[in-house]
């Protein structure tokens, strides 16, 4: 899966704020993405996310 750095991530669940769609941050091992309603920031492990990604927007 090729996901970079500013690409925004549509995830099958949605953040408990409502939104579903996440900024890439960093890439590597494992992501940081924040969540493009809140701001809130999390690291995911590569495989977690290659799993839950919906669509690369």
């Known amino acids: ?11 099958k669940k949605k953040h408990p704020c409502g939104s579903a769609e996440w900024e890439v941050l ?3 091992a ?3 993405l924040k969540c ?3 701001g809130h920031q999390i690291m ?3 495989p977690a996310l ?3 990604v919906r ?3």
Do not use: T
């Not at 899966?1 to 995830?11: P, S």
């Open 26 to 28: 960093r890439v590597g």
């Open 55 to 57: 669509q690369i927007l």
């Open 44 to 46: 995911i492990a590569r």
């Open 30 to 32: 494992d992501f940081r």
């Open 36 to 38: 493009c309603g809140c």
């Open 1 to 11: 899966m090729d996901i970079q750095v500013g690409n925004i991530v549509k995830l």
């Open 50 to 52: 290659e799993k839950s």
